[in-house]
């Protein structure tokens, strides 16, 4: 029970008085922290002893991006105090950490699951290997924009994090290689998510490497990853049975081969009528596909693959199969801008 007491007195909790904000329980303190934002919770780990030690132990998820200014001399602050974090988010504007402070966080937040640590410019290989030793738990990792990475430091990364779920490599031109995408498969069986976006350096052996070695894998963005050719959609079209989103804006080298790979896919791996209908509302197959600028494509191909896959939408509002820049594909619809247009045409007109 809680009683305001007349002032200079405090205030009773459970027959404990509480005349100053340091007497105030831990088991209260815990149930605040998640209620105030990260720059409250950081400062208010500054009030005494007591407090430091609540919000240390309770806090497992922080966000620094909020801070412009100074962020590395932060990060080597808080680290050795917030050991128990399992989720940090380090997204910068402007490029501010130093491995000294990714350093900092292997040496002391061994739980952490989820890092990001995007557009950190000034980042090497060291901030790597560090992790890789101290953080072998992490299942979420965003290194975009990290263009001083390199595949060996990335390989290395990929022998100790091999709980790996969602992987956003998204402009890392140098990490990003067949050597790095042949380790990934060989050692991250669970990833479900990868981003490649612009990596020209990632090739079918990649891909083909990743298919095989990646059977859960759910989102792969593959945009301006010029260098894939049909080989690369086929192998996820055969391997990767749980694909729900695929990016190929940009990649010519895509022809009709591929559309069709993906449609018999969905074919040959039709779930029986039972399991159909019980999943009868989360449907199975592609629900996002980009084929932007892939030029090569003709419209049969492609609307073949729309028919196949219901979830794949060209009408406004919905619009899950993006043909921008394909002049040749107008003429693809889904069943549901087709119907439209039927009822539309089917709608008397008022006498004049």
Same mark, same amino acid.
């Given at each position: 029970?809680?009683?305001?007491?007349?002032?200079?007195?405090?205030?009773?909790?459970?027959?404990?008085?509480? #005349?100053?904000?340091?007497?105030?329980?831990?088991?209260?303190?815990?149930?605040?922290?998640?209620?105030?934002?990260?720059?409250?919770?950081?400062?208010?780990?500054?009030?005494?002893?007591?407090?430091?030690?609540?919000?240390?132990?309770?806090?497992?998820?922080?966000?620094?991006?909020?801070?412009?200014?100074?962020?590395?001399?932060?990060?080597?602050?808080?680290?050795?105090?917030?050991?128990?974090?399992?989720?940090?988010?380090?997204?910068?504007?402007?490029?501010?950490?130093?491995?000294?402070?990714?350093?900092?966080?292997?040496?002391?937040? %061994?739980?952490?699951?989820?890092? $990001?640590?995007?557009?950190?410019?000034?980042?090497?290989?060291?901030?790597?290997?560090?992790?890789?030793?101290?953080?072998?738990?992490?299942?979420?990792? =965003?290194?975009?924009?990290?263009?001083?990475?390199?595949?060996?430091?990335?390989?290395?990364?990929?022998?100790?994090?091999?709980?790996?779920?969602?992987?956003?490599?998204?402009?890392?031109?140098?990490?990003? &290689?067949?050597?790095?995408?042949?380790?990934?498969?060989?050692?991250?069986?669970?990833?479900?998510?990868?981003?490649?976006?612009?990596?020209?350096?990632?090739?079918?052996?990649?891909?083909?490497?990743?298919?095989?070695?990646?059977?859960?894998?759910?989102?792969?963005?593959?945009?301006?990853?010029?260098?894939?050719?049909?080989?690369?959609?086929?192998?996820?079209? $055969?391997?990767?049975?749980?694909?729900?989103?695929?990016?190929?804006?940009?990649?010519?080298?895509?022809?009709?081969?591929?559309?069709?790979?993906?449609?018999? /896919?969905?074919?040959? =791996?039709?779930?029986?009528?039972?399991?159909?209908?019980?999943?009868?509302?989360?449907?199975?197959?592609?629900?996002?596909?980009?084929?932007?600028?892939? #030029?090569?494509? &003709?419209?049969?191909?492609?609307?073949?693959?729309?028919?196949?896959?219901?979830?794949?939408?060209?009408?406004?509002?919905?619009?899950?199969?993006?043909? /921008?820049?394909?002049?040749?594909? #107008?003429?693809? %619809?889904?069943?549901?801008?087709?119907?439209?247009?039927?009822?539309?045409?089917?709608?008397?007109? #008022?006498?004049?």
């Amino acid at each position: 029970m809680v009683a305001a007491g007349n002032s200079g007195v405090g205030v009773r909790m459970e027959g404990a008085v509480i #005349t100053e904000w340091k007497d105030i329980p831990m088991e209260l303190l815990l149930r605040i922290v998640p209620l105030v934002d990260d720059r409250t919770a950081i400062v208010a780990s500054g009030v005494c002893c007591g407090w430091r030690d609540a919000i240390c132990f309770g806090l497992t998820q922080l966000s620094l991006s909020w801070c412009r200014k100074n962020m590395n001399n932060l990060v080597l602050s808080l680290a050795p105090k917030f050991t128990r974090l399992r989720t940090l988010i380090l997204r910068q504007e402007y490029p501010q950490l130093e491995d000294n402070a990714v350093e900092a966080i292997a040496n002391f937040c %061994h739980d952490i699951q989820e890092l $990001d640590l995007s557009k950190s410019f000034k980042l090497s290989d060291h901030s790597l290997y560090v992790l890789a030793r101290g953080c072998p738990n992490i299942m979420k990792l =965003n290194i975009s924009g990290c263009t001083s990475f390199s595949d060996g430091a990335l390989e290395y990364l990929t022998n100790f994090c091999q709980k790996l779920k969602i992987l956003n490599l998204c402009g890392c031109v140098k990490a990003a &290689t067949d050597r790095a995408l042949q380790a990934i498969g060989r050692n991250c069986k669970m990833l479900q998510s990868l981003n490649l976006g612009w990596c020209d350096n990632v090739g079918d052996i990649g891909v083909m490497s990743l298919a095989y070695g990646c059977p859960d894998l759910k989102c792969l963005d593959l945009c301006g990853c010029v260098r894939i050719t049909d080989d690369s959609v086929i192998a996820l079209a $055969d391997k990767c049975l749980h694909l729900r989103s695929l990016d190929l804006y940009y990649c010519r080298n895509i022809t009709d081969r591929a559309m069709y790979s993906l449609a018999h /896919s969905r074919v040959n =791996n039709k779930p029986s009528l039972w399991q159909s209908m019980k999943g009868r509302y989360d449907e199975e197959g592609l629900r996002s596909l980009n084929i932007s600028q892939c #030029t090569a494509l &003709t419209p049969s191909a492609v609307q073949t693959l729309c028919d196949t896959f219901p979830a794949l939408h060209t009408c406004s509002g919905r619009h899950t199969l993006v043909m /921008s820049g394909c002049l040749s594909l #107008t003429s693809v %619809h889904c069943a549901c801008a087709v119907q439209a247009h039927r009822t539309l045409n089917t709608i008397p007109h #008022t006498a004049h």
